[in-house]
C-alpha cells in the first residue's frame, strides 16, 4: 500500500470514528427523532434543576440528599406542587427563585421546545404520522403553520395574567394583615407591611397559580392561613381555569374577534369546541357530585361542616374541588372530605385539563373521544363523529392507549405505595384511597395529597417522579420518544377474528 494510500485511509478511518462518535451523542443526548429530543430536554434539564437544588445556596439547612432534590425539581418542572419540604420555610430565596423558574419553563417549555425543534429542523421536511399527529394533537392547531401565532397569543394571555394576579396579590398582601402566615426559616415572617416580601409572595404565587403549579410561600398548609379570603381564592381559580384551558383557545377567540372587526366569517377549530366544552363539564360535573356527597353526608366535626360556617364550608368545596384541575392549592385538609368526594376528585385529577396548556392528565379532548368512540361503537357507527368533523382512526387509537396506560400508571403506582409501607411496616395510616389519590395527583400534575409524601419510601418516591414526569410531557409524547422513525412495517399479517368481552 502506498503512503498517499495509507494517509486516505488513515483520514477516512478518523472520519468514520468521529462521526460514530456523534452519531451516538445524538442519539443518547439530542435524540432522533422530535418526541425523543423534547424527552431528552426535559430529562437532563430536570438533572440540572436537582443538581442546582442540591447546592447549599438552595436550602436553609444545606443538606438535601439527592432524592428529595430530585423529587422537588421534578415537581416543580412538571407543575405539580407535591413537596417533601416546605418551600417558604426550607429553601432560600435562591432556590425558590430556581423553583419558580422550573414553573414557568414547566408551564410553557413544552409549548417552546416544539415548536423551536419545528423551525431548528425544518417543518417542511417529511416526517411520519406519529410526528404530524403528536405536533398537531399537543399544539392544538388546525394547522401546523398558525403554532407561531399560538404559541405568541398563548405566552402573551399567560404574561398578562400572570402581571394582573402579582398586582392584585401583592397590593392584597401588602395591605391585609393576615397573622395566620409564617414564612421565613422561624416562621416569623408575614407579609403585611412588608413590601419586598409581598412583591416576592406576589411573583411567585401568580405564576405559580397560572401555570397550576399548586408550590407556595405561604408555610407549610397551602391556603390554609386564607380559609376565609375569597378574594385571593378567586384570583387563582381565574388562574387556573386560563392556565388549564389551553393556548390555541385563547388564539381562537382572538382570531373570532379579529375576523368579526373585519366583517369576516369565522369557524372555532375542532380543538376549541371540545377542550372547552369537556372541561367546563368535567368540572361542573365534578364539583356538582362533591356539592351532592358533602350536603347528604354526615356533618360532624370531621367533616367540611363542622367548626366552620355554611358559606365557608361551601367555598371550601368548590375551591379544593376546583383545585383538582391541576392547581394543586388547599384551604383545608383534605382529609376532611367524604371518601367518596375523594374518589370523585381522584378521578378530576386523573382526567386533566387541555392539551397544549399548563397541566396533565390524559386530557380533555383523550377523554372526549374514548367517550364519543364509545357511543359511535354502540351505534353501529364506522367512524367517529365530533361537531360535524371525522375523528382520524389513528387519533382514536391513541386515545384509548393514552388512558389505558393513565390508568394502569396511577393503579400500578398505588400498589407500589401500598407494598413498600407493607413491607417497610410504615405508615399505616395510609390506606388504598390514600395511595390511589396520591397518584392520581402525580400523573395529573396537581399536587393535592392526603399524607405527607416525605413520608414514603425510596421507591414510592421514585415512581411518583416517574409518572409526574409523565403526566407533564404527556403519554403520548412519551410513547413516541422510545420509537424508531424509520422502522416499517412491511410483514402484512392474515386477518382472524377472536372473540372479546
Known amino acids: 500500500m502506498s503512503k498517499s494510500s495509507k494517509n486516505l485511509f488513515r483520514d477516512y478511518s478518523?472520519?468514520?470514528?468521529?462521526?460514530?462518535?456523534?452519531?451516538?451523542?445524538?442519539?443518547?443526548?439530542?435524540?432522533?427523532?422530535?418526541?425523543?429530543?423534547?424527552?431528552?430536554?426535559?430529562?437532563?434539564?430536570?438533572?440540572?434543576?436537582?443538581?442546582?437544588?442540591?447546592?447549599?445556596?438552595?436550602?436553609?439547612?444545606?443538606?438535601?440528599?439527592?432524592?428529595?432534590?430530585?423529587?422537588?425539581?421534578?415537581?416543580?418542572?412538571?407543575?405539580?406542587?407535591?413537596?417533601?419540604?416546605?418551600?417558604?420555610?426550607?429553601?432560600?430565596?435562591?432556590?425558590?427563585?430556581?423553583?419558580?423558574?422550573?414553573?414557568?419553563?414547566?408551564?410553557?417549555?413544552?409549548?417552546?421546545?416544539?415548536?423551536?425543534?419545528?423551525?431548528?429542523?425544518?417543518?417542511?421536511?417529511?416526517?411520519?404520522?406519529?410526528?404530524r399527529l403528536l405536533i398537531q394533537g399537543e399544539r392544538g392547531a388546525p394547522k401546523l403553520g398558525n403554532n407561531i401565532d399560538v404559541l405568541k397569543f398563548g405566552i402573551l394571555v399567560m404574561t398578562i395574567t400572570e402581571f394582573l394576579g402579582t398586582i392584585a396579590l401583592t397590593l392584597h398582601f401588602f395591605f391585609v394583615r393576615n397573622s395566620e402566615v409564617h414564612y421565613g426559616v422561624n416562621g416569623t415572617m408575614v407579609y403585611h407591611g412588608n413590601f419586598w416580601l409581598s412583591l416576592w409572595a406576589g411573583v411567585f404565587h401568580s405564576i405559580s397559580g397560572v401555570n397550576n403549579a399548586g408550590f407556595?410561600?405561604?408555610?407549610?398548609?397551602?391556603?390554609?392561613?386564607?380559609?376565609?379570603?375569597?378574594?385571593?381564592?378567586?384570583?387563582?381559580?381565574?388562574?387556573?381555569?386560563?392556565?388549564?384551558?389551553?393556548?390555541?383557545?385563547?388564539?381562537?377567540?382572538?382570531?373570532?374577534?379579529?375576523?368579526?372587526?373585519?366583517?369576516?366569517?369565522?369557524?372555532?377549530?375542532?380543538?376549541?369546541?371540545?377542550?372547552?366544552?369537556?372541561?367546563?363539564?368535567?368540572?361542573?360535573?365534578?364539583?356538582?357530585?362533591?356539592?351532592?356527597?358533602?350536603?347528604?353526608?354526615?356533618?360532624?366535626?370531621?367533616?367540611?361542616?363542622?367548626?366552620?360556617?355554611?358559606?365557608?364550608?361551601?367555598?371550601?368545596?368548590?375551591?379544593?374541588?376546583?383545585?383538582?384541575?391541576?392547581?394543586?392549592?388547599?384551604?383545608?385538609?383534605?382529609?376532611?372530605?367524604?371518601?367518596?368526594?375523594q374518589t370523585v376528585q381522584a378521578i378530576m385529577m386523573w382526567i386533566g385539563g387541555s392539551p397544549a396548556s399548563t397541566v396533565g392528565g390524559i386530557r380533555t379532548t383523550t377523554l372526549a373521544i374514548i367517550i364519543v368512540s364509545i357511543f359511535s361503537l354502540a351505534r353501529g357507527r364506522d367512524s367517529v363523529n365530533m361537531f360535524k368533523r371525522k375523528i382520524p382512526s389513528q387519533k382514536v387509537k391513541m386515545a384509548f392507549a393514552v388512558a389505558f396506560l393513565g390508568t394502569f400508571m396511577m393503579f400500578f403506582i398505588t400498589l407500589v405505595i401500598l407494598f413498600e409501607n407493607v413491607i417497610m411496616n410504615r405508615n399505616e395510616d395510609i390506606g388504598f384511597l390514600q395511595a390511589f389519590y396520591d397518584a392520581a395527583s402525580a400523573f395529573g400534575t396537581t399536587g393535592l395529597t392526603l399524607f405527607d409524601n416525605a413520608r414514603l419510601g425510596v421507591v414510592s418516591k421514585l415512581f411518583l417522579i416517574v409518572s409526574m414526569f409523565a403526566g407533564q410531557l404527556g403519554v403520548s409524547t412519551t410513547l413516541l420518544a422510545w420509537s424508531d422513525r424509520k422502522r416499517k412495517v412491511t410483514v402484512k399479517r392474515v386477518a382472524e377474528d377472536i372473540l372479546i368481552g
Request: no cysteine; net charge positive.
Open 216 to 341: 407556595d410561600i405561604i408555610g407549610r398548609n397551602s391556603l390554609i392561613p386564607f380559609q376565609g379570603d375569597y378574594f385571593v381564592q378567586w384570583v387563582f381559580m381565574i388562574q387556573l381555569v386560563i392556565g388549564g384551558i389551553g393556548f390555541p383557545v385563547f388564539y381562537d377567540i382572538y382570531s373570532y374577534f379579529k375576523a368579526k372587526v373585519h366583517h369576516k366569517r369565522f369557524r372555532f377549530s375542532l380543538f376549541t369546541k371540545v377542550t372547552v366544552a369537556t372541561y367546563f363539564i368535567v368540572a361542573l360535573l365534578g364539583l356538582g357530585s362533591v356539592i351532592l356527597v358533602e350536603l347528604v353526608s354526615p356533618k360532624d366535626s370531621e367533616s367540611i361542616w363542622g367548626n366552620m360556617s355554611n358559606g365557608r364550608a361551601m367555598m371550601a368545596i368548590i375551591f379544593n374541588t376546583m383545585s383538582t384541575r391541576s392547581s394543586g392549592f388547599y384551604t383545608i385538609d383534605l382529609n376532611r372530605f367524604h371518601s367518596t368526594s
Open 14 to 131: 478518523w472520519k468514520k470514528f468521529f462521526l460514530a462518535i456523534k452519531s451516538f451523542f445524538k442519539i443518547v443526548f439530542v435524540g432522533k427523532t422530535r418526541p425523543r429530543q423534547l424527552f431528552n430536554l426535559y430529562l437532563y434539564t430536570l438533572l440540572v434543576a436537582t443538581i442546582l437544588l442540591m447546592s447549599p445556596w438552595a436550602t436553609v439547612k444545606g443538606h438535601w440528599n439527592f432524592l428529595q432534590a430530585l423529587f422537588t425539581a421534578s415537581s416543580a418542572f412538571s407543575d405539580t406542587g407535591l413537596n417533601v419540604k416546605s418551600t417558604a420555610n426550607d429553601f432560600t430565596f435562591f432556590g425558590q427563585l430556581v423553583i419558580l423558574l422550573l414553573i414557568k419553563f414547566g408551564g410553557i417549555g413544552l409549548i417552546t421546545v416544539k415548536l423551536f425543534l419545528l423551525s431548528l429542523f425544518n417543518i417542511t421536511r417529511n416526517s411520519n404520522l406519529k410526528e
